[in-house]
């Protein structure tokens, strides 16, 4: 069932960031990039290397999709393997507990600063991965807080939302 | 070996990331190798029809706008091809000549209509996927147009779908000229608006004022001579000093593409384009 769950929501925001999220652009250097929410919400028990497959697998959809082949998927394999540690660093629980992080679980404070990291790691990859050189740093930079901005706020209101449910 | 199990169980996340972004990375290069397959672009079947329903829904919403444009533009085109004519009667007795002149425009060529399913301007390297491929005749590196002016060129086909790089690539190069003078240099695209592009290479003693058109030259058998592609609307020293740097406003609006032209010279064409080029490179010389 948990499964059925999470390959619907891989559908829809596969779909969503394709069809939709990959035409929107604020100003020249934001866009919202919200997939990495399905890696943000496996619960904090899954294993790492099924995380990982998972990531990897959304990434290259939105790859496929978007014509970038592997650039999503490099980015958004890096953010999940990183993911466990971010949430260690900054949720207060047991480490062995096991729960979806989210505002409800975790707090608003402790959510968006876990976001904030997972986000702005993955938008950092992506980014400096698409423009493979640091010839433009400070596009480079002004792309990443954009994007990551973006993202931000569009996480935070699904969250939101769906901590009402 | 022992010992060797026991470290790939130990380390095997370790493993499995490194595997994952080497086959990303693969995929990555390839792709920009022009090597590419199609299989893990949107031009595979399972993308294609996404788009292809996705673009049947949205595609109405700029209709309006776009027969606007296009009846604007064909009244203009109509207007100026009589006066050309006119003009080119007061100088040439034989009209049997005009009339032949105008019936070989585009002789030699294929033209295709094809539809716009999926595209983008954000990115750094856009591409535009395209509903018609190897199954309607449709070949890699043949031009692509619209309405207003050029779009670009076909990369990758399918089956059913190509994916054509877009002139708002960083790795699109497009030879083009100035309409009124016949200078030519280079149309390319670093991001930034997707109004706007620069054509480089301009030599620096070449004629060129604000509001000049810039069309393909015609030295590469992709495009024909001719097409338009934007006007100048500001132009600089490049930065060693040596060529022109042209800003130019493009006339093809790229956010708001539905119906493109592919342009194929097929291969007798090519050959003639080829040959006659070689010649004029050898006489030169």
Redesign the interface.
């Known amino acids: 069932m948990q499964h059925l769950t999470k390959i619907r929501q891989f559908v829809l925001l596969a779909?969503l960031q394709?069809?939709v999220l990959?035409?929107v652009?604020l100003g020249?250097f934001a866009?919202p990039i919200l997939y990495i929410y399905f890696v943000m919400k496996f619960s904090s028990g899954t294993d790492?290397?099924a995380l990982?497959?998972w990531a990897?697998a959304i990434?290259?959809c939105i790859?496929?999709?978007?014509?970038?082949?592997?650039?999503n998927?490099?980015s958004c394999?890096?953010a999940a393997?990183c993911r466990p540690g971010i949430l260690r660093l900054f949720s207060a629980r047991d480490p062995r507990d096991d729960f979806e992080p989210g505002i409800r679980v975790m707090g608003f404070a402790q959510f968006f600063r876990y976001a904030l990291a997972l986000t702005l790691l993955h938008c950092a990859a992506l980014n400096l991965?698409?423009?493979f050189s640091f010839a433009n740093p400070g596009?480079l930079a002004l792309k990443t807080l954009g994007d990551t901005t973006t993202t931000l706020v569009c996480v935070l209101c699904i969250d939101s939302v769906r901590r009402g449910k | 070996m022992r010992n060797l199990v026991n470290f790939l169980a130990k380390h095997?996340?370790w493993l499995?990331?490194a595997l994952?972004?080497a086959?990303?990375?693969?995929?990555?290069?390839?792709?920009n190798n022009y090597q590419?397959s199609v299989a893990?672009?949107?031009a595979?079947r399972?993308?294609g029809f996404?788009?292809d329903v996705?673009g049947q829904v949205t595609r109405y919403f700029g209709l309006a706008e776009a027969n606007r444009n296009l009846t604007a533009r064909n009244v203009q085109l109509e207007i100026e091809a009589e006066r050309l004519a006119e003009a080119l009667g007061r100088y040439v007795r034989d009209t049997a000549e005009i009339a032949a002149l105008r019936r070989t425009a585009l002789q030699g060529y294929t033209i295709r209509e094809a539809r716009v399913v999926?595209n983008?301007?954000?990115?750094?390297?856009n591409?535009i996927?395209i509903d018609k491929g190897r199954d309607d005749g449709i070949r890699p590196e043949t031009g692509v147009i619209c309405g207003n002016g050029a779009v670009g060129i076909v990369y990758l086909t399918g089956a059913r779908h190509s994916?054509v790089l877009s002139a708002l690539n960083a790795q699109s190069n497009i030879s083009c000229k100035i309409k009124r003078t016949g200078y030519f240099g280079v149309l390319r695209w670093s991001?930034?608006?997707p109004q706007y592009a620069r054509v480089e290479d301009m030599p620096r003693h070449s004629e060129v004022s604000l509001g000049d058109t810039v069309v393909t030259s015609g030295y590469s058998a992709v495009f024909p001579e001719g097409i338009p592609v934007g006007t100048v609307d500001d132009m600089e020293d490049s930065r060693d000093g040596l060529s022109r740097l042209l800003k130019v406003k493009l006339f093809t609006d790229f956010a708001r593409l539905n119906d493109v032209c592919v342009i194929d010279p097929g291969p007798a064409l090519e050959e003639q384009i080829l040959l006659r080029d070689s010649a004029e490179a050898a006489r030169t010389k």
């Open positions: 779909l394709a069809l990959n035409h652009r020249q866009a790492t290397k990982t497959l990897f990434g290259l790859d496929i999709l978007s014509n970038t082949p592997g650039l998927a490099a394999t890096f393997f991965i698409d423009a596009t | 095997s996340r499995l990331f994952l972004e086959v990303s990375f693969a995929l990555l290069f390839r792709f590419g893990f672009t949107s595979n399972a993308g996404i788009y996705a999926n983008s301007v954000t990115r750094s390297c591409f996927t994916i991001g930034g608006s």
